[in-house]
């Protein structure tokens, strides 16, 4: 069976809650290489389900994703890299991970991004690729990026001191404004 139809078993199985007949179609899924089924098995090891609780296998399968290029696991290993959960602490391996999740369609690395840069964490403080990518948060409706949008314009941090433009950000925080912004 091609390892797609095996995840999309994996799947349905696990939906019914019938996760250890699961388990065998996403292990074998993984075995063939899919990227999908690979961090799904990284979570199951990770929370547990249908498997021992096992963080150190669970951090070799999220490896082996992210060397899939899978933009989840690259932005959830990026996290531990940062994060030096169970693993060495790596601030710059992490931002090129947030880059690579976010190169591959994970729209949520742009706001980690946003703050690595905002705050100097690992890299020089630079507030102007701070609003560069918590500008792309802010257009997939990222709060947290619209806060921080909010904070660069009341403080003058990297763009022109705005008391309009940080009560823009502040509204959409607050709902008053609909929707993520537009390109």
Request: glycine share 8%; with cysteine; charged share 30%.
């Amino acid at each position: 069976m091609q390892d797609k139809k095996l995840l999309k078993t994996a799947l349905s199985l696990s939906h019914k809650k019938k996760y250890r007949e699961a388990l065998a179609y996403l292990q074998e899924a993984q075995k063939k290489g899919n990227a999908e089924a690979t961090y799904a098995l990284a979570n199951w090891y990770h929370y547990g389900r249908a498997v021992k609780k096992d963080e150190k296998k669970s951090i070799q399968l999220l490896k082996k994703a992210v060397a899939l290029k899978h933009p989840e696991a690259c932005r959830v290993f990026a996290g531990y890299l940062e994060q030096g959960k169970g693993i060495k602490k790596n601030i710059k391996a992490a931002l090129k991970l947030y880059k690579i999740s976010l190169k591959a369609g994970n729209k949520s690395s742009a706001f980690e991004i946003a703050r690595l840069y905002y705050y100097g964490i690992g890299v020089r403080k630079d507030f102007e690729q701070a609003r560069s990518y918590a500008l792309k948060a802010a257009r997939c409706g990222d709060e947290e990026a619209y806060r921080m949008l909010g904070v660069m314009y009341k403080n003058g941090e990297g763009v022109t001191k705005s008391r309009s433009r940080s009560e823009f950000w502040y509204k959409r925080v607050s709902g008053k404004s609909s929707g993520p912004t537009k390109k």
